[in-house]
């Protein structure tokens, strides 16, 4: 028997509301945090964030939580939005967050039908991951070509939806779907290490720690 761990899956990260790196070929890298909790801070080993920022910020500066009310934004360092100080407010879509002096991120629910949310560095800063965009996913996620999408990449015809359910995380589009190999129709499970191809799009979901 062999003593080697078992691969995490997506259903464990699910559990464990882990955040996760999406990898799509010839558009670029996405930040998908799980939990209805996030912390967003500078990028630290020893003081790890959920969203990791190289600027200028404390370790652990601002909290983002999703209620059934909405998102809301937490100092617990320097925080502006839309140029005034705040201590706790309710995001809406549009809504510009300043990090300390200079450390500047734009908050958008794009999809009407979704509360799921996007962060998107608007001040030259970065991510500590080379990814894009940070995706705070509550219900699903949606890939596709309109502006009403997370991602939207303009050459697909149809939007590709990652959504979650009682075991982790799964993809549903309308037609065949490759992932990690193996043929489905309209919808299949994902892992974490999945590779997702279809006639459109390739993608893979990476565990991060």
């Known amino acids: 028997m062999s003593n080697e761990p078992t691969a995490p899956t997506l259903a464990n990260l699910h559990e464990q509301q882990e955040p996760f790196a999406l990898w799509i070929d010839g558009v670029g890298g996405y930040l998908v ?14 003081s790890p964030v959920d969203i990791a920022l190289i600027a200028d910020v404390s370790r652990h500066h601002a909290t983002i939580q999703r209620d059934p009310e909405g998102y809301f934004l937490e100092a617990v360092r320097k925080v ?6 705040i201590d706790k407010t309710l995001l809406r879509t549009g809504d510009r967050i300043t990090l300390g002096n200079s450390c500047q991120l734009q908050f958008w629910q794009p999809v009407p039908v979704s509360t799921s949310a996007r962060l998107d560095i608007v001040s030259g800063h970065r991510f500590a991951e080379p990814v894009q965009a940070a995706i705070l996913m509550a219900d699903t996620l949606v890939i596709g070509p309109q502006t009403q999408s997370h991602i939207q990449v303009p050459d697909m015809t149809q939007p590709l939806i990652l959504f979650r359910n009682k075991s982790g995380l799964a993809a549903r589009w309308p037609g065949d779907l490759t992932i990690n190999g193996r043929a489905h129709q309209g919808r299949g499970p994902l892992d974490a290490g999945s590779t997702l191809v279809n006639e459109e799009i390739t993608l893979a979901l990476e565990r991060l720690h």
């Open 33 to 46: 945090c799980l939990s209805h909790r996030v912390t967003l801070g500078q990028a630290l080993t020893e």
């Open 80 to 85: 502006q939005m839309n140029g005034k100080p």
